[in-house]
């Protein structure tokens, strides 16, 4: 299954999986249901046409991301202190916390979704996919 959930290419092919993973062993415990959602998070970067979500320190680094300037000014006003370079093609975006002051980083499920809320407010989905 992992080797099946590495090679998914659409959508449709993470809900093959979940559906063949119900009809062999019943409702998958949270931690597989995680395990989908990476896999629809590497299908929607992948249609962004990004090769690079990494953590980069305290940020989230973007790349390759080409934004005209009214997606940079999206950016900065919905992320604030992110930073984006035009050469690069990189867009680096704090880490989202559980509260700004004292807060821990956000992980798991929350980051997943964090993740693609960025992805899908800076390049918009194609309408299939919607």
Sequence with gaps: MYKRLA???????????RGELVDRYGEPPEPVDVLLDVARLRVRVREAGLTEVTAAGP??????????????????????????????????????????????????RELLDWTRTVIDTLVPAPAAVR
């Design 59 to 108: 940020n989230v680094r973007f790349a390759p991301l080409t934004l005209p300037d009214s997606a940079q000014m999206r950016l900065q006003r919905v992320y604030p202190r992110s930073t984006y370079k035009v050469a690069a093609q990189v867009a680096l975006i704090p880490r989202p916390k559980t509260a700004p002051i004292g807060g821990k980083p956000l992980v798991g």
């Design 7 to 17: 090679d998914v290419r659409s959508l449709a092919d993470v809900d093959e999986i």
